[in-house]
Protein backbone atom coordinates (compact mmCIF):
# COMPACT_ATOMS: atom_id res chain seq x y z
CA UNK A 1 0.00 0.00 0.00
CA UNK A 2 0.86 3.80 -0.86
CA UNK A 3 0.48 6.44 1.16
CA UNK A 4 0.60 10.15 0.18
CA UNK A 5 0.16 12.83 3.04
CA UNK A 6 -0.88 16.42 1.88
CA UNK A 7 -1.21 19.88 3.36
CA UNK A 8 -1.71 22.97 2.86
CA UNK A 9 0.41 26.46 3.30
CA UNK A 10 -0.21 30.16 2.32
CA UNK A 11 -3.95 30.79 2.62
CA UNK A 12 -3.25 33.20 5.26
CA UNK A 13 -3.03 36.16 3.54
CA UNK A 14 0.41 36.46 4.59
CA UNK A 15 2.18 34.59 1.62
CA UNK A 16 2.58 35.13 -1.65
CA UNK A 17 1.81 31.70 -2.90
CA UNK A 18 -0.77 28.86 -2.09
CA UNK A 19 1.30 25.66 -1.78
CA UNK A 20 -0.22 21.89 -1.47
CA UNK A 21 2.01 19.35 -1.17
CA UNK A 22 3.48 16.34 0.75
CA UNK A 23 5.39 12.98 0.10
CA UNK A 24 4.94 9.10 -0.92
CA UNK A 25 5.48 6.42 0.57
CA UNK A 26 5.14 2.33 1.44
CA UNK A 27 2.42 2.25 4.90
CA UNK A 28 5.51 0.44 6.80
CA UNK A 29 7.72 3.34 5.81
CA UNK A 30 5.66 5.93 6.60
CA UNK A 31 5.48 3.93 10.18
CA UNK A 32 9.19 3.57 10.64
CA UNK A 33 9.36 7.57 9.55
CA UNK A 34 6.72 8.33 12.38
CA UNK A 35 8.28 6.39 14.82
CA UNK A 36 11.88 8.38 13.93
CA UNK A 37 10.20 11.93 13.40
CA UNK A 38 8.68 11.40 17.26
CA UNK A 39 12.09 10.83 18.29
CA UNK A 40 13.58 13.48 16.79
CA UNK A 41 10.52 15.84 18.13
CA UNK A 42 11.16 14.74 21.66
CA UNK A 43 15.19 15.44 21.66
CA UNK A 44 15.28 17.55 24.79
CA UNK A 45 18.80 19.65 23.46
CA UNK A 46 17.85 22.03 23.65
CA UNK A 47 14.33 21.01 24.34
CA UNK A 48 11.37 18.87 22.93
CA UNK A 49 9.27 20.44 19.84
CA UNK A 50 5.40 19.28 20.69
CA UNK A 51 4.84 19.95 16.86
CA UNK A 52 7.13 21.07 14.21
CA UNK A 53 4.84 24.27 12.20
CA UNK A 54 6.86 25.80 9.25
CA UNK A 55 5.65 29.17 10.86
CA UNK A 56 7.66 28.65 13.62
CA UNK A 57 10.96 27.43 12.22
CA UNK A 58 12.60 31.03 11.64
CA UNK A 59 10.84 32.69 15.24
CA UNK A 60 13.10 31.45 17.46
CA UNK A 61 13.36 34.53 19.04
CA UNK A 62 9.09 35.34 19.17
CA UNK A 63 7.98 33.99 22.60
CA UNK A 64 5.14 30.80 22.57
CA UNK A 65 6.74 29.23 19.36
CA UNK A 66 8.67 25.88 19.14
CA UNK A 67 12.12 27.47 18.61
CA UNK A 68 12.13 30.36 21.15
CA UNK A 69 15.27 30.61 22.79
CA UNK A 70 16.97 28.21 20.20
CA UNK A 71 20.45 29.61 18.62
CA UNK A 72 20.31 29.81 14.82
CA UNK A 73 22.56 26.70 14.41
CA UNK A 74 20.47 24.76 17.01
CA UNK A 75 17.44 25.22 14.94
CA UNK A 76 18.84 24.13 11.77
CA UNK A 77 20.89 21.17 13.31
CA UNK A 78 17.25 19.82 13.85
CA UNK A 79 15.93 20.75 10.75
CA UNK A 80 18.53 18.56 8.92
CA UNK A 81 17.60 15.71 11.40
CA UNK A 82 13.78 16.06 9.87
CA UNK A 83 15.19 16.34 6.62
CA UNK A 84 17.27 13.28 7.29
CA UNK A 85 14.89 11.06 8.30
CA UNK A 86 12.28 12.43 5.05
CA UNK A 87 14.42 11.90 2.44
CA UNK A 88 15.64 8.30 4.30
CA UNK A 89 11.45 6.91 3.97
CA UNK A 90 9.35 8.97 1.69
CA UNK A 91 9.88 7.89 -2.37
CA UNK A 92 8.67 11.14 -3.48
CA UNK A 93 7.59 14.33 -3.11
CA UNK A 94 4.26 15.97 -4.67
CA UNK A 95 3.64 20.26 -4.96
CA UNK A 96 1.54 22.00 -6.33
CA UNK A 97 2.36 25.95 -6.15
CA UNK A 98 -0.44 28.58 -7.06
CA UNK A 99 0.85 32.10 -7.36
CA UNK A 100 -1.33 34.38 -5.33
CA UNK A 101 -1.80 37.64 -7.37
CA UNK A 102 -1.97 36.21 -10.75
CA UNK A 103 -4.84 33.94 -9.36
CA UNK A 104 -6.63 36.53 -7.72
CA UNK A 105 -6.21 38.85 -10.60
CA UNK A 106 -6.93 36.20 -13.58
CA UNK A 107 -9.04 33.49 -12.05
CA UNK A 108 -10.96 35.25 -8.68
CA UNK A 109 -14.71 35.20 -9.67
CA UNK A 110 -14.49 32.32 -12.34
CA UNK A 111 -16.05 29.39 -9.68
CA UNK A 112 -19.46 28.94 -8.86
CA UNK A 113 -20.17 28.25 -6.04
CA UNK A 114 -17.93 30.81 -4.49
CA UNK A 115 -16.57 28.06 -2.11
CA UNK A 116 -15.14 26.84 -5.13
CA UNK A 117 -13.66 30.17 -6.14
CA UNK A 118 -10.04 29.51 -4.03
CA UNK A 119 -6.59 28.19 -5.42
CA UNK A 120 -7.46 24.98 -3.28
CA UNK A 121 -9.25 23.50 -5.56
CA UNK A 122 -6.88 24.19 -8.67
CA UNK A 123 -4.41 22.77 -6.07
CA UNK A 124 -5.89 19.72 -5.11
CA UNK A 125 -6.90 18.68 -8.56
CA UNK A 126 -3.36 19.26 -9.44
CA UNK A 127 -1.69 17.12 -6.92
CA UNK A 128 -4.37 14.23 -7.27
CA UNK A 129 -3.77 14.13 -11.19
CA UNK A 130 0.42 14.43 -10.83
CA UNK A 131 -0.13 11.19 -8.41
CA UNK A 132 -1.96 9.26 -10.63
CA UNK A 133 0.33 10.42 -13.26
CA UNK A 134 3.71 9.17 -10.95
CA UNK A 135 2.35 5.49 -9.98
CA UNK A 136 1.74 5.37 -13.26
CA UNK A 137 5.06 6.32 -14.91
CA UNK A 138 6.92 4.32 -12.24
CA UNK A 139 4.75 1.35 -12.83
CA UNK A 140 4.14 1.30 -9.00
CA UNK A 141 1.12 -1.80 -8.54
CA UNK A 142 0.32 -0.89 -4.84
CA UNK A 143 -3.09 0.55 -3.93
CA UNK A 144 -2.35 4.29 -3.31
CA UNK A 145 -4.51 6.53 -0.41
CA UNK A 146 -4.25 9.89 -0.74
CA UNK A 147 -4.90 11.50 2.64
CA UNK A 148 -5.83 15.48 2.59
CA UNK A 149 -5.60 17.46 5.69
CA UNK A 150 -8.29 19.64 4.73
CA UNK A 151 -8.56 21.90 7.21
CA UNK A 152 -11.94 24.25 6.97
CA UNK A 153 -12.50 22.80 3.23
CA UNK A 154 -16.43 21.35 3.05
CA UNK A 155 -15.99 17.80 3.02
CA UNK A 156 -19.20 17.29 0.87
CA UNK A 157 -18.36 19.79 -1.41
CA UNK A 158 -15.07 18.34 -2.20
CA UNK A 159 -16.66 14.85 -2.35
CA UNK A 160 -19.00 16.03 -5.27
CA UNK A 161 -16.42 17.97 -6.95
CA UNK A 162 -14.09 15.40 -6.80
CA UNK A 163 -16.77 13.07 -8.45
CA UNK A 164 -17.48 15.59 -11.39
CA UNK A 165 -13.90 15.57 -12.19
CA UNK A 166 -13.75 11.53 -12.18
CA UNK A 167 -17.06 11.66 -14.66
CA UNK A 168 -15.00 13.47 -17.32
CA UNK A 169 -11.66 11.97 -16.61
CA UNK A 170 -10.07 10.43 -19.43
CA UNK A 171 -10.71 6.50 -18.78
CA UNK A 172 -7.08 5.68 -17.85
CA UNK A 173 -7.67 7.76 -15.23
CA UNK A 174 -10.90 6.77 -14.06
CA UNK A 175 -9.40 3.00 -14.27
CA UNK A 176 -6.94 4.03 -11.38
CA UNK A 177 -10.26 5.14 -9.18
CA UNK A 178 -11.42 2.83 -6.55
CA UNK A 179 -13.49 5.77 -5.04
CA UNK A 180 -13.18 7.99 -1.90
CA UNK A 181 -13.44 7.40 1.89
CA UNK A 182 -14.22 10.57 4.31
CA UNK A 183 -13.00 10.50 8.04
CA UNK A 184 -13.68 12.97 10.70
CA UNK A 185 -10.95 15.16 9.92
CA UNK A 186 -9.41 14.15 6.63
CA UNK A 187 -10.81 13.08 3.04
CA UNK A 188 -9.37 9.89 2.33
CA UNK A 189 -8.74 8.99 -1.29
CA UNK A 190 -7.82 5.59 -2.51
CA UNK A 191 -7.00 5.24 -6.06
CA UNK A 192 -5.49 1.89 -7.43
CA UNK A 193 -3.46 1.52 -9.94
Given amino acids: MLQAFIDDSGWDGNSPVFVLAGYVAKAEQWAAFSKEWQVILDRQEPSRIGVLKTKDIYRNRVPNTSFH ?6 RDARLKSFIEAINR ?13 PYQRLMKGKFNPDILDRPYFLSFFG ?11 LKLDDKL ?5 TQDVDKALLTSEYEKCMAVAPPQVREL ?10 CLYRQQI
Wanted: charged letters at 20%; glycine letters at 6%; hydrophobic letters at 45%.
Fill in 145 to 149: EIVFD
Fill in 127 to 137: VIVNLLKLTHR
Fill in 89 to 101: YAMHGIVSVIPLE
Fill in 69 to 74: GWTDDQ
Fill in 177 to 186: CVGMLKTKKH
